[in-house]
């Protein structure tokens, strides 16, 4: 998680945007999935979303919409 959001971090906005991870997970693990993709958003300005699946999970880094 980490890597994915500090290629994204130091990677030009224009070359870019977001990155997806995807990781093998079992159920029990995903609050602490969770807790880690917070931890990466609170530390870098990026947006997240969890998508779990069964056995299995997304995880999308993409920079935030500053207005």
Known sequence: MRTAAATLCHASADLITSTTVVVD????DLD??????????????????????????????????HT
């Open 25 to 28: 997970i079992g159920a029990d």
């Open 32 to 65: 602490a999935l969770s807790h880690l993709v917070r931890e990466v958003v609170e530390t870098s300005d990026l947006e997240a979303a969890i998508k779990p699946h069964v056995g299995w999970c997304v995880v999308r880094f993409s920079r935030r919409q």
